[in-house]
């Protein structure tokens, strides 16, 4: 298993009038190598959660594992080096954290401040920057040269160059246009694909029904809901309850089943929604 929370609270601003909580007894497991979905409205501990899974932040009180490391509230700043170089954490606008003269020493940064050589952290460089969708003449640039959207890539590029086994992206698609963003998520799903652990916070419900498959639902810094995304959309009570948005396809496939389609489970997306209404007009073309 990959991560696991064990009654984890964390609070803000702790013994001062400013005192937050965070989160509120939060406990699950997320098993290695699947694609996590976080979820919740504004202000419910989604990045508060994520920046405890590389020890940014300590919980205050409960357990954490993260790939085999122990994180609690006295975890030495020490320790955390072998934690940080298996979690990447991409923050939200990571293009505000970009500081060095050009593209490629940007994304050489955290591969040489995991130890690997300089040749290696190279490679790796050059690799992810092509990977991101970033041409070779942009390497020599100074990252302030470039639009919001390609200055985006290269800070996504600088943590997926050390490989880290657990990706973690905070809203990574956000104020990319819709092109820009389905090539990010297919990078982030071969990512998954190839065996590490991918884990999104994300208010977009099209894009968790396409790739996620598990979710985390927080509220208020209470995990409300941990299961597939499947089964969360196909409780429509339960998503309007809390004030979610509908998938488009699980949309679609209300109104499909009200014109007689039938459908032994929600497909979720596009393709397995195609495929099933193919199969139902091929049975009715068949009657
Ligand atoms: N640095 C901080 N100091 C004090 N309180 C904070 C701090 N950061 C977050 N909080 C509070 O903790 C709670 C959770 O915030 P968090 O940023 O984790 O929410 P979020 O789900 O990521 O929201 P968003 O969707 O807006 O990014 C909120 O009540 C917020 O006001
Ligand atoms: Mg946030």
Same mark, same amino acid.
């Given at each position: 298993?990959?991560?696991?929370?064990?009654?984890?609270?964390?609070?803000?601003?702790?013994?001062?009038?400013?005192?937050?909580?965070?989160?509120?007894?939060?406990?699950?497991?997320?098993?290695?190598?699947?694609?996590?979905?976080?979820?919740?409205?504004?202000?419910?501990?989604?990045?508060?959660?994520?920046?405890?899974?590389?020890?940014?932040?300590?919980?205050?009180?409960?357990?954490?594992?993260?790939?085999?490391?122990?994180?609690?509230?006295?975890?030495?700043?020490?320790?955390?080096?072998?934690?940080?170089?298996?979690?990447? =954490?991409? #923050?939200? $606008?990571? +293009?505000?954290?970009?500081? &060095?003269?050009? @593209?490629?020493?940007?994304?050489?940064? *955290?591969? =040489?401040? #995991?130890? $690997?050589? +300089?040749?290696?952290?190279? &490679?790796?460089? @050059?690799?992810?920057?092509?990977?991101? *969708?970033?041409?070779?003449?942009?390497?020599?640039?100074?990252?302030?040269?470039?639009?919001?959207?390609?200055?985006?890539?290269?800070?996504?590029?600088?943590?997926?160059?050390?490989?880290?086994?657990?990706?973690?992206?905070?809203?990574?698609?956000?104020?990319?246009?819709?092109?820009?963003?389905?090539?990010?998520?297919?990078?982030?799903?071969?990512?998954?694909?190839?065996?590490?652990?991918?884990?999104?916070?994300?208010?977009?419900?099209?894009?968790?029904?396409?790739?996620?498959?598990?979710?985390?639902?927080?509220?208020?810094?209470?995990?409300?809901?941990?299961?597939?995304?499947?089964?969360?959309?196909?409780?429509?009570?339960?998503?309007?309850?809390?004030?979610?948005?509908?998938?488009?396809?699980?949309?679609?496939?209300?109104?499909?089943?009200?014109?007689?389609?039938?459908?032994?489970?929600?497909?979720?997306?596009?393709?397995?929604?195609?495929?099933?209404?193919?199969?139902?007009?091929?049975?009715?073309?068949?009657?």
């Amino acid at each position: 298993m990959s991560i696991e929370f064990k009654n984890v609270d964390y609070v803000y601003a702790s013994g001062t009038p400013f005192q937050t909580q965070g989160l509120i007894d939060i406990s699950f497991k997320i098993e290695k190598g699947s694609f996590v979905a976080i979820a919740g409205h504004t202000g419910s501990g989604k990045s508060t959660l994520m920046q405890h899974f590389d020890g940014l932040l300590l919980p205050s009180k409960g357990e954490i594992t993260v790939a085999g490391e122990q994180i609690n509230a006295n975890t030495s700043s020490k320790s955390l080096k072998a934690i940080r170089k298996k979690v990447g =954490l991409v #923050f939200q $606008f990571p +293009e505000n954290q970009l500081f &060095e003269e050009t @593209v490629l020493k940007d994304v050489m940064f *955290g591969p =040489l401040n #995991f130890g $690997f050589s +300089e040749q290696k952290a190279k &490679e790796q460089a @050059v690799e992810w920057i092509k990977k991101v *969708g970033l041409s070779e003449d942009m390497m020599d640039k100074s990252p302030f040269e470039l639009s919001g959207g390609q200055m985006r890539r290269v800070a996504i590029a600088g943590v997926m160059a050390y490989e880290p086994e657990i990706l973690c992206l905070d809203e990574p698609a956000a104020g990319l246009d819709p092109e820009g963003q389905k090539q990010m998520f297919e990078i982030f799903k071969d990512y998954q694909r190839a065996g590490h652990t991918v884990i999104l916070i994300s208010h977009n419900m099209d894009d968790i029904s396409e790739y996620a498959d598990d979710m985390l639902v927080l509220e208020h810094g209470h995990l409300i809901k941990h299961a597939c995304p499947q089964e969360i959309f196909s409780d429509q009570e339960w998503v309007k309850k809390h004030y979610l948005d509908e998938p488009a396809t699980s949309r679609l496939t209300r109104e499909l089943q009200k014109g007689g389609f039938q459908f032994s489970e929600m497909p979720l997306t596009i393709e397995s929604l195609v495929s099933k209404v193919a199969n139902e007009l091929k049975k009715k073309g068949a009657n």
